[in-house]
């Protein structure tokens, strides 16, 4: 097998992992993978993130998160 360098922003290697942890293999074969998508996964994170864009439309997400980090017992 031949090997080769990839070069990605940080965000496309999370894609990456998380695909290859959902589908309990190393990351290496998730790249394979994600290199190799058939039509019905291509465009699958697009198609998510246009889907989910703008569900949250209360206040700063940060604080709303903060804030039920201070209800947690210490």
Do not use: C, N, Y
């Not at 360098?5 to 990351?27: C, W, Y």
């Not at 394979?32 to 989910?52: N, Q």
């Amino acid at each position: 097998m031949t090997r080769t360098r990839v070069a990605m922003d940080d965000d496309m290697k999370a894609l990456v992992d998380m695909k290859a942890i959902r589908e309990g293999v190393p990351m290496t074969e998730g790249l394979r993978r994600a290199l190799l998508l058939s039509g019905d996964e291509e465009g699958f994170v697009d198609k998510l993130l246009a889907e989910t864009s703008g569900l949250w439309k209360g206040a700063d997400g940060l604080q709303h998160e903060q804030a039920l980090r201070d209800e947690w017992p210490r």
